[in-house]
């Protein structure tokens, strides 16, 4: 079992950035890929990033590209979503998830791909 406890939400104005951290209980994280998805009020949860256990390869939906980073720590265990330039539709509750398959996806990757997943951290954009 793999618990994930995300943290760095919270309230800010457009064009302002936030960085989101998930940190996870098991040794065996650096051989896991990682993800962070979203879910806004009324609509279905959607990938937003992820990054392969080796760092080198990382996968972005549009909405996001050029303005949020993933990152990963592996000594730390800790993988980071940095958010910048950000506007009111990033509104959403942001999830971090574990792929303990390593993560070679052709395309960006879907949620059923992943195993585990954190509580989420509610992330608000006003305008």
């Known amino acids: 079992q793999v618990q994930l406890v995300e943290s760095g939400g919270g309230l800010v104005q457009a064009g302002e950035s936030l960085r989101l951290s998930c940190a996870a209980s098991r040794r065996t994280f650096s051989t896991y890929a990682m993800a962070w998805f979203r879910q806004a009020p009324g609509k279905e949860r959607e990938f937003v990033a992820a990054?392969?256990?080796?760092?080198?390869?990382?996968y972005y939906a549009d909405s996001v590209k050029d303005r949020f980073t993933i990152s990963r720590d592996n000594a730390q265990k800790t993988v980071y979503l940095q958010m910048n330039s950000l506007k009111p539709q990033d509104t959403a509750i942001y999830y971090c998830?574990?792929?303990?398959?390593?993560?070679?996806?052709?395309?960006?990757?879907?949620?059923?791909?992943?195993?585990?997943w954190g509580q989420g951290t509610q992330v608000t954009v006003s305008s």
């Open positions: 990054i392969r256990w080796s760092s080198r390869i990382t």
């Open positions: 998830a574990a792929d303990v398959d390593g993560g070679n996806y052709y395309t960006n990757p879907t949620l059923q791909q992943f195993d585990y």
